[in-house]
Nanobody
Framework: QVQLVESGGGAVQAGGSLSLSCSAS????????MGWYRQAPGTERELVAS????????HYADSVKDRFTISRNAARNTVYLRMNKQQPEDTAVYYC?????????WGQGTQDTVSS
């Protein structure tokens, strides 16, 4: 069982920046995929950014390319999301997700609110 703890949510004005972090514990072997999703009220949860830990292959949603950056500290078993140039449409609950041995584990979610 993998436990995930997220932190870093908050409120910013449009154009501002925020960073999220997600620390994993309970895995004795490396995690294969780490990523961030978000869900705004009344919408489905959507992928924001993901990283294959082998080869550090990264994918971004078109809506966040060139604004958000996903990164990882392997020694700390932590994945980060740096969100720059935020817009009101980025307002959502952000969830960390990792895949470990073909099983997905989710964080508890952290709120990001961007005001215009």
């Amino acid at each position: 069982q993998v436990q995930l703890v997220e932190s870093g949510g908050g409120a910013v004005q449009a154009g501002g920046s925020l960073s999220l972090s997600c620390s994993a514990s309970g895995n004795r072997f490396p995690i294969s995929v780490m990523g961030w999703y978000r869900q705004a009220p009344g919408t489905e949860r959507e992928l924001v950014a993901s990283m294959l830990t082998v080869g550090s292959i990264i994918h971004y949603a078109d809506s966040v390319k060139d604004r958000f950056t996903i990164s990882r500290n392997a020694a700390r078993n932590t994945v980060y999301l740096r969100m720059n140039k935020q817009q009101p449409e980025d307002t959502a609950v952000y969830y960390c997700k990792v895949r470990f041995r073909a099983v997905d584990f989710w964080g508890q979610g952290t709120q990001d609110t961007v005001s215009s």
